[in-house]
């Protein structure tokens, strides 16, 4: 039969059961990754369009992604995912997600191929070294950079070792960021502060400065108000909301820590 | 060495340590890093004539924008992470931690006025890659309004057969 009998052919099957869910594993892998709403949306429908779909009706917020689409034959199928939301930016993923979308868009590989490298994108994992070497570098540079000595940018540097050990060890046991950033920035903040008790002249306020600068969620409050301001009205709400709480819960857990110090010292 | 020069120069390794925490790599890296220089050095450059810090910190997030989208471009990837890697000089860490600092010495007016500091750098930023970002979608869509073909508003013909 013809597609325009309103009968799926072969090839709709494949796009329906193999094509679409891939598409839905590669926008919420993309999420993770650090891509804003708006690419995921615009990249998912010219993949859907490259593996011949009629029409495509992508609506991605943070935590959820609903995609119709419409096949040669006028049938439309819906599927939807939730998106797991903690999950580390991680550039080279995003960046080997672009470029395997921006190829099928070009020339579409087949169904399993495409699922087959997607898989090898989705599993690589990023580096330890490359995690600690990074928040332990941008905190001792935050340190200098407000006004530390070089002895404050080694004690920063220190901390940072634990900063980062907390988010590869403590935060995939914490059920949320809210829950995690206050009890880093608590454990971090007293670890700050009884160094400044125990050597003199250690600036604890740059220090604690430089771990603000490595937990505040800076990524999520510029995409959000940047998509306020686009016309993702939904997901800017969600986002600020979410990361303006974080934010309070980072403050919350070094204002206990120095209410803390203060009263032991 | 005078302030404002150590903290250009510590500018870049600040963002080279994000960088490297996005686990970017190669050429990528490094001249995502020196986002942070050009960013930090735009907003100490026009504060110098401009008053206060939303003014400054604007056109300083319209420069590292700016310098994102090539990039994003240099690197066909999105241009989000380039910039929020060349930002991170003018995220307001020193003013958040002041802010709390005053909330535990229970300083309110003094909470306030720091609180209100801290926002006006949250919501330049933002503005500035917004309006980046808003003169590219323009230019994106006059572009993908000159490749469609005519008639066609959303629902094309596939442009190939399902697979």
Known sequence: MSPADGCETTGEEVLRRSVLPCLLDIGAAMLGAGADVRHVERMLDKLGRAYGARRMDVFVITTLMVVTITLPSEREHTLSRRVDSIAATDYTKLQALDRLCSGCCREPLPADELHRRFRTIADGRQGDGRLFAGGVLAIAAFAVFFGGSWVDALAAALVGVFVCYTMKCWRPFFPNYLIYNFTAALASGLIIGAAGLLVPGLQSSVIIIGVIMILIPGIPITNAIRDLIAGDTLTGIMRLVESLLWALALALGFVVALMVVGWVG | ?163
């Open chain 2, 1 to 163: 060495m005078d302030l404002q020069m150590l903290q250009l120069l510590m500018a870049v390794p600040a963002s080279l340590g994000f960088a490297l925490f996005f686990n970017m790599r190669g050429a990528a890296m490094v001249l995502a890093a020196l986002g942070g220089f050009i960013s930090w050095g735009v907003f100490l450059l026009v504060g110098h004539w401009l008053p206060g810090v939303a003014a400054p910190c604007f056109i300083a997030s319209v420069a590292a924008a700016l310098y994102a989208e090539l990039l994003a471009v240099r690197f066909r990837a999105p241009s989000s992470i380039f910039f929020i890697v060349g930002v991170i000089p003018l995220i307001p860490g020193r003013y958040l931690f002041d802010t709390m600092q005053a909330a535990v010495a229970a300083d309110w007016a003094q909470f306030w006025d720091l609180a209100s500091v801290t926002g006006q750098y949250a919501l330049a930023i933002a503005l500035g890659i917004s309006a980046v970002w808003a003169v590219r979608e323009v230019v994106r869509s006059l572009r993908e309004k000159k490749g469609r073909p005519e008639g066609c508003d959303g629902e094309c013909p596939p442009t190939s057969e399902p697979r």
